[in-house]
């Protein structure tokens, strides 16, 4: 049974940085994709970075790309998702998901974490 857990959600100030981390258990790690969604009240769950298992390959929606960094460290079986000048409309449920990222762009789901709450106050 896999696990995500993530952590580092809160209220956050407008303009400032915010690190978000999803640790795993249940299966290798090592061996899966893994990305950061979000979904704002009424709108759909977005894909934001991705990377691949190996961290060699990483993929950025055109909305984050220069803001958002993600990033792993296989050893601790955990993945990070750094966020710089964050804005009021950040604000939404972060989830990190585990599955396939592959052809640069697309991406399929295995298991979800259970997300966490980012609110940036203006």
């Known amino acids: 049974q896999v696990q995500l857990v993530e952590s580092g959600g809160g209220l956050v100030p407008a303009g400032g940085p915010l690190k978000l981390s999803c640790s795993n258990s249940g299966r290798p790690f090592s061996s899966y994709s893994m990305g950061w969604f979000r979904q704002a009240p009424g709108k759909e769950r977005d894909l934001l970075p991705a990377?691949?298992?190996?961290?060699?390959?990483?993929y950025y929606a055109d909305s984050v790309k220069g803001r958002f960094t993600i990033s792993r460290d296989n050893a601790k079986n955990t993945v990070y998702q750094q966020v710089n000048s964050l804005k009021p409309e950040d604000t939404a449920v972060y989830y990190c998901?585990?599955?396939?990222?592959?052809?640069?762009?697309?991406?399929?789901?295995?298991?979800w974490g259970q997300g966490t709450q980012v609110t940036v106050s203006s």
């Open positions: 990377i691949s298992w190996s961290g060699g390959s990483t």
């Open positions: 998901a585990e599955g396939v990222l592959s052809g640069n762009s697309n991406w399929r789901t295995y298991y």
